[in-house]
C-alpha cells in the first residue's frame, strides 16, 4: 500500500508562485508514475502534469499550463513537487497528487487517465485571485 500526502496550496494573486509538494509513503520502492491533476467547482477534473521513473527528464503537461509548471521528482525524500508559476485565476481548484506503483516496469511517460494511477490523494487547494 501507497499513501499520498499533498502540502503547498494556498490563495495568491494573478501573477504569482505556489509549489505543491507530495510525499509517498509505504511500499514506494518500485517503478511509479507520479502527476498532478485539478478540479476546478463545476468543471470536469484534468490532468496537469505527470512525471515518471523511467523517464524523469520527459514529463508530461497540460497545454494550458506548459511553459509555466514545472513537475520535478526527488526519489530520496518520496516527493513530487510541482512548482507553478505566472498563475492565473483559471488555475483555481483542487489539486491532487496520484501515483502509479508497480512491481513490474511500466514503460509509460505517464498519463492524464484518472484510472491509469492507483493511488490518490485527498487534495489540496489552489486559489488565484485576479
Same mark, same amino acid.
Given at each position: 500500500?501507497?499513501?499520498?500526502?499533498?502540502?503547498?496550496?494556498?490563495?495568491?494573486?494573478?501573477?504569482?508562485?505556489?509549489?505543491?509538494?507530495?510525499?509517498?509513503?509505504?511500499?514506494?520502492?518500485?517503478?511509479?508514475?507520479?502527476?498532478?491533476?485539478?478540479?476546478?467547482?463545476?468543471?470536469?477534473?484534468?490532468?496537469?502534469?505527470?512525471?515518471?521513473?523511467?523517464?524523469?527528464?520527459? $514529463?508530461?503537461?497540460?497545454?494550458?499550463?506548459?511553459?509555466?509548471?514545472?513537475?520535478?521528482?526527488?526519489?530520496?525524500?518520496?516527493?513530487?513537487?510541482?512548482?507553478?508559476?505566472?498563475?492565473? $485565476?483559471?488555475?483555481?481548484?483542487?489539486?491532487?497528487?496520484?501515483?502509479?506503483?508497480?512491481?513490474?516496469?511500466?514503460?509509460?511517460?505517464?498519463?492524464?487517465?484518472?484510472?491509469?494511477?492507483?493511488?490518490?490523494?485527498?487534495?489540496?487547494?489552489?486559489?488565484?485571485?485576479?
Amino acid at each position: 500500500q501507497v499513501a499520498l500526502a499533498e502540502s503547498g496550496g494556498g490563495s495568491v494573486q494573478a501573477g504569482g508562485s505556489l509549489r505543491l509538494s507530495c510525499v509517498a509513503s509505504g511500499n514506494t520502492n518500485r517503478d511509479n508514475c507520479m502527476g498532478w491533476f485539478r478540479q476546478a467547482p463545476g468543471k470536469e477534473r484534468e490532468g496537469v502534469a505527470s512525471i515518471c521513473r523511467a523517464y524523469p527528464d520527459d $514529463p508530461l503537461y497540460d497545454d494550458s499550463v506548459k511553459g509555466r509548471f514545472t513537475i520535478s521528482h526527488d526519489n530520496v525524500k518520496k516527493t513530487v513537487y510541482l512548482e507553478m508559476n505566472n498563475l492565473k $485565476p483559471e488555475d483555481t481548484g483542487m489539486y491532487f497528487c496520484v501515483g502509479r506503483f508497480s512491481d513490474y516496469t511500466l514503460g509509460s511517460r505517464g498519463s492524464f487517465n484518472w484510472n491509469f494511477y492507483n493511488y490518490w490523494g485527498l487534495g489540496t487547494q489552489v486559489t488565484v485571485s485576479s
